[in-house]
């Protein structure tokens, strides 16, 4: 068992230092499949890792601990608050979610794990016979962590989390000791076992033996199991959500301001309003990942206990990748510069946020002093890059901007009949076909505003049935059932569904046909982009808990089937606490004062598919007088708990769901260029629990 103090963090190192700068890249998961050798390295290293004694600081089980449970202290970095101290400035645990730091804290902790994982990757590749030992060697040496990019397109026959993360318990390895034969192990990427739950009595409440995704039946049984196809449904519902908001957080100038792109805590200006173009974060869109990964209670879902997950560790890598990109494209916008207001175990609450502030725990490579956010800045001081960010490949600054824009806008563009339809009549572009059961998308659904629904199930509530339809079925539908219903011909992930075609070079002067359509169709005018905000206080429910936004009809009933509802349009997580119980200091300060979060949900590309659909009998086109009326009539939120039971808009106290828009306008031969100006709606949801009314504070 090893304690270990003022531990350096250096992250995986550089063997081989290239004259032009380069250095090792994080690579997306599924790319990181493609190379067989260095697969099978980073599953047996992953293996070894998990099996380090859960005591010892730089086990698997510590460096998770260091996120949340079981909050104590790690590699002996004590806070400077005391028992004497003032209450206000006494704080417990290292968390710094709702703040201006959490990019940049998560950043040295994914480089701790890496580092780690890298040490064992390299004593297994060292133990390899030696007909193959150098071989192995070689695939070690470079290792980085891979990220994966939910909002990217699946390869073929895949959904957006791998099958090899999601659902394969088993895997096949070439181990030191096979003969060069494949054996099978358990798989690191599907969960963690601990051994045991709890090392130290009182680390965990729950008895789950390993992290859970979805929890099957539910989160009370102690004998829950993952259940996958709900898990993957889950995130395919949610797809399109996740690109608009990479999209905008990269492209709308309002997220140039690094407190607006970094975290999700609402703050007020000089006249007590927030800012509507500003509710989007990177903190907001990395909470709805977490909750459609964890489902009701799962790990993931909870962030106490989130880091145990092993998705946990390729999530956290995809948000450093966008947070990685957003720098690079906004050199001069990285200014820290906030009260605390909160504080954790180390800074307390009367301390000004600066680039400077300590990431505690993280020391530097000094071992004497701990990073900083303008030490961490560049990720090549930790040792690696991402595909967007290799800066050493161009000669002037203007070239590389361009080229992390072109790969942005390739992964995340939108479609050819996205483009067409944006402000196009109804009537003059070619119908599609939409998949049988979704027709609840463009029902009207007759709620009016001032009308509640009565609630519908008891917090006790079990499983539901699913809709009908290609997501359908009972709960617990067979992971093949699922993924054939989402890749076969007209599924979301099909090869000629309108979610999977992108931009071309739009700076290479050979525009294809969908910038053209877009240049012809809206030019200078711009393009009404639609957003949904959401604002509420953090802990009015003092647990976790979700607000779904729907467009159009969906099933009232089942509500633990929401996530997987084809109306669903976008999901707002809030990582609530009970100040009464949670180990979390920093948590009970934020719910002492009352602090309130944003998020948003883009529903252009869901009003597009609606638009688009054969049974399309209301929305007559995207322009503004035809999708406002549409969305007070059609566009409905509810309210979820942590484990899935419905609960009344109006005890969500704060709640402010809103509508705006914002022009996005696309000249030829350029990028999408956001207005940075939004109008709010108050039509489209006053007089309706939760919903925002001309006056109100947003």
Not at 142 to 171: M, Q
Not at 198 to 209: K, L, T
Not at 391 to 410: A, G, P
Request: net charge negative.
């Amino acid at each position: 068992m090893v304690d270990v103090n003022n531990y350096p963090i250096t992250g995986a190192p550089i063997k081989h230092q290239a004259p032009n700068g380069a250095v090792p890249l994080r690579i997306e998961i599924n790319e990181l499949k493609k190379n067989k050798d260095a697969w099978n390295l980073y599953l047996l290293g992953l293996q070894s890792f998990y099996a380090v004694d859960q005591r010892d600081d730089l086990s698997y089980y510590e460096v998770a601990g260091i996120h949340g449970r079981p909050n104590r202290e790690w590699g002996g970095v004590k806070g400077k608050a005391h028992e004497q101290a003032p209450p206000k400035s006494r704080w417990g645990g290292y968390c710094t979610h709702t703040s201006i730091l959490f990019a940049s804290w998560h950043r040295p902790y994914l480089a701790l794990l890496e580092q780690v994982l890298y040490d064992h990757i390299q004593k297994i590749a060292a133990s390899y016979p030696a007909e193959s030992r150098a071989r192995y060697q070689k695939a070690a040496l470079n290792f980085r962590i891979p990220f994966w990019d939910w909002a990217r397109i699946p390869p073929p026959g895949e959904t957006n989390l791998p099958t090899f993360i999601a659902s394969e318990k088993k895997v096949k390895v070439i181990t030191p000791n096979s003969n060069g034969n494949e054996v099978e192990i358990d798989n690191p990427l599907y969960s963690y076992k601990f051994h045991p739950v709890n090392p130290r009595p009182g680390d965990f409440y729950d008895e789950w033996a390993e992290t859970i995704r979805h929890p099957n039946p539910n989160a009370e049984d102690p004998k829950a199991v993952s259940d996958e196809g709900e898990l993957i449904k889950a995130l395919a519902n949610e797809y399109q959500s996740l690109r608009g908001l990479v999209v905008m957080l990269l492209n709308d100038p309002n997220y140039k301001d690094y407190a607006a792109f970094t975290n999700h805590k609402w703050d007020a200006r000089e006249d007590g309003k927030g800012d509507t173009g500003k509710y989007a974060s990177i903190e907001d869109l990395h909470n709805s990942v977490h909750g459609m990964v964890g489902g009701d209670q799962g790990h993931m879902s909870e962030l106490d206990y989130a880091s145990f997950d092993p998705s946990f560790w390729l999530h956290h890598a995809n948000i450093d990748r966008i947070f990685a990109i957003w720098q690079n494209i906004n050199p001069n916008s990285y200014d820290i510069n906030k009260p605390a207001g909160d504080g954790t175990y180390v800074n307390e609450s009367t301390d000004q946020y600066t680039n400077s502030t300590p990431l505690t725990p993280f020391y530097d490579s000094t071992g004497q002093k701990y990073w900083t956010s303008d030490g961490v800045w560049d990720t090549t001081a930790l040792g690696y890059a991402y595909p967007e960010t290799q800066s050493w490949s161009f000669e002037n600054y203007d070239e590389y901007v361009t080229d992390i824009r072109t790969k942005i806008q390739q992964l995340y563009g939108g479609s050819i009949r996205d483009l067409l339809a944006a402000q196009n009549p109804k009537g003059n572009i070619p119908k599609i076909s939409q998949p049988q059961g979704q027709t609840g998308l463009v029902t009207p659904v007759g709620e009016r505003p001032g009308k509640e629904d009565p609630i519908t199930t008891p917090p006790t509530a079990g499983r539901y049935r699913c809709p009908e339809g290609p997501l359908g079925g009972r709960r617990g539908t067979g992971v093949s059932n699922v993924i054939s219903s989402l890749t076969g011909a007209g599924g979301p992930f099909s090869r000629g569904s309108s979610w999977g075609t992108g931009f071309s070079n739009p700076i290479s002067g050979t525009q294809n046909t969908i910038s053209k359509a877009k240049d012809a169709l809206i030019g200078r005018r711009g393009e009404k982009q639609y957003v949904c905000n959401v604002k509420a206080l953090k802990h009015t429910l003092n647990q976790t808990f979700r607000v779904h936004i729907f467009l159009g009809e969906f099933n009232r009933t089942q509500v633990h089937d929401w996530h997987s509802d084809p109306a669903l349009a976008g999901t707002i997580v809030i990582f609530g606490k009970d100040p009464e119980e949670t180990g979390c200091h920093k948590c009970v300060r934020d719910a002492t004062d009352d602090v309130a979060i944003t998020g948003a949900v883009p529903l252009t590309n869901a009003l597009l598919e609606v638009y688009q659909s054969e049974n399309n009998t209301t929305l007559r086109s995207l322009r503004k007088e035809d999708t406002l009326p549409w969305l007070t009539t059609n566009m409905h939120w509810r309210v979820t708990c942590g484990d899935g039971s419905e609960r009344s808009r109006d005890e969500v106290m704060g709640l402010k769901v809103s509508v705006v828009t914002t022009k996005v306008s696309c000249p030829e031969g350029s990028f999408p260029i956001y207005s940075g100006d939004y109008e709010i709606y108050p039509q489209c949801t006053q007089g309706r629990p939760g919903g925002y009314c001309d006056g109100d504070l947003v």
